[in-house]
């Protein structure tokens, strides 16, 4: 089992930055592909953003490519979103997921509590 704890989330004026840290605990991440997906009210969760194992590999969605950054530190065995000129869009509950050989989809195997984005206009 892989714990996830996702921080970081709050409010900011729309423009600013934000970055998100998700901390895993119960096994090391080197052998698992990581992803950062969001959900708004009445939407569907969307993946924005993902690495992969080795690190050598992101994948963004286009609403967010050039704004959002996904990075891992295995030594501290963490993944982090940094988030920039941030949009009122951008406001959703944002999650951190990991599996072992997904990497561009939706069903990820363990997921973290999710944490909340509210950015103002």
């Known amino acids: 089992q892989v714990h996830l704890v996702e921080s970081g989330g709050g409010l900011v004026q729309a423009g600013g930055s934000l970055r998100l840290s998700c901390a895993a605990s119960?096994?090391?991440?080197?052998?698992?592909?990581m992803g950062w997906f969001r959900q708004a009210p009445g939407k569907e969760r969307e993946l924005v953003g993902a690495i992969y194992r080795s690190g050598d590999s992101t994948y963004y969605a286009d609403s967010v490519k050039g704004r959002l950054t996904v990075a891992r530190d295995n030594a501290k065995n963490t993944v982090y979103l940094q988030m920039n000129n941030l949009k009122p869009e951008d406001t959703a509950i944002y999650y951190c997921?990991?599996?072992?050989?997904?990497?561009?989809?939706?069903?990820?195997?363990?997921w973290g509590q999710g944490t909340q984005v509210t950015v103002s206009s």
């Open positions: 997921a990991a599996d072992p050989t997904v990497w561009i989809t939706r069903s990820y195997a363990y």
């Open positions: 119960g096994r090391t991440l080197t052998n698992y592909n």
